[in-house]
């Protein structure tokens, strides 16, 4: 059996990081995670092949190869997801399709040859003994949540994972808290579901051998879900994996805010190599928070509690969130003012939308508000539901946001705030390769020559190596992010 496993495209988006990834002639920011851990559930038996849209092309040839195509796809990666089955059913390769897009809304995929939702590990057995019988059913999905102690590594020897910025690994599912908005609890539920310690060893083991040395990302929504393992078991054996092997990785990850109460825990993961953590502040307004039922945000100073995290040697980047019902007029000001206060770098701000799993869109159908699916894309100017606020009103504060954060003189002072209290943990350094070093040249070109940026530049260019040379890579690492938003928001 020949299955070519394929990654949609994604679009360019905050997340795609694709202005700034030609800087270090990457293709792409991440690999496909979930993919490569389906290859690894396939029979042994089987060809596989895995075409990543973000960093190949798909040929007729590919298509024709394979007995079937397999598709895993999250919402915002939708539009290439449509072209590439209208590709497959022209040349009649029949479709396998899994992943958020699919499980979170079926229907308009019911043309497909079969749908796998759910999580894996549960539906795809079902799906290939089917198979093996000559009878695969149209759709395969449970109630139930998978063990993911039976979770096999990921298998990265089908991918070049030199044309990433970054590998993945995961080590839990599913999250605590219960956010209206958020669809991880339908999709994954709210008991953390952990891998063993020896199941991420053994998959840092695996990316060693890949050759591969930088950054790798946890994409667990929640990293910090089971703190008593954390601190009792896992960190642990990463320090002592990152002893023996000199280092070779450093960690980022996505946390609650709640990590700040946590000295211990904090200190334990920058000694890990833990150095960037994404935390979902939302907004800074307690009646909004309230509302979208993020109790664990509320009743604290969010500023103080990012301070703590970054004090501790951890930066801190920052989702936020505008188009609440109680959000008042001086959302965006007040968004922008905690944004700068904070030294939030790479603060991404969105619309609030409601993905059809979650407990908001349940809300808003019932009051009449929801108008179309959401696309997964929630830095664009579209929302999938009438916000009480006027649109427009939203619209402009929402687009003034992004204009202030991201201008160059904003950003900028924004950056050297942060880089002037940061103490970097003491296995988080940035170490100086070939690949920094032409990234470093190309940064003096596009923004230090070309860009409108570059008075800004400079400035942060000699006051770091004058006064933090330490952290002169990160400085110019994220004088790069800098450019990669302004093209993305259009800033001039």
Known sequence: MNILLINPKFPDTYWSFNHALKFIRKKAAN???????????????????????NTSTLSDKSIRWADYVLISAMSVQQESV?????????????????????????EPFMHLDHLILNEAEI?????????????PGKIYRTDQFADVRQTPPPDYSLINVNQYGQLSLQYSRGCPFNCEFCEITSLLGRKVRIKTPDQVIAELDAIYRTGFRGSLFFVDDNFIGNKKVLKE???????????VHRNPFTFITEASINLSDDPSLMEMMAAAGFERVFVGIETVHEESLAE?????NRDRNLVESVRLIQDAGIEVTGGFIVGFDNDPPSIFQRQIDFIQESGIITAMVGLLNAPNRTRL??????????????????????????PAMDKEKLLRGYHTILQTIYSSKTYYERLIRFLRNYKPGLN?????????ILALFRSLLYIGLLSRSRVYYWKLFFWSLLHRPRLFPMAITYSIYGYHFQKLYGIR
């Open 361 to 386: 869109y349940e809300r808003l159908a019932r009051e009449g508000r929801i108008i179309e699916s959401f696309d997964g894309n929630n830095t664009n100017l579209r929302m999938n539901f009438i």
């Open 31 to 53: 690999p496909p995670l979930g993919l490569l851990t389906v290859a690894a559930m396939l029979p042994d038996s089987w060809k596989r092949k895995v075409v990543d849209l």
């Open 428 to 436: 988080n350094r940035r170490r100086v390769n070939t690949a920094k």
């Open 82 to 106: 449509r072209e590439i089955a209208d590709r497959c059913q022209r040349l009649d390769t029949r479709i396998i399709a899994g992943g958020p897009l699919f499980t979170g809304d079926p």
């Open 233 to 243: 078991i896992l960190l642990p054996k990463i320090m002592q994996w990152n002893r």
């Open 123 to 135: 539906t795809l057995p079902l799906f290939l003994e089917d198979l093996e019988k000559g009878k």
């Open 292 to 296: 979208c039922e993020k109790n664990h």
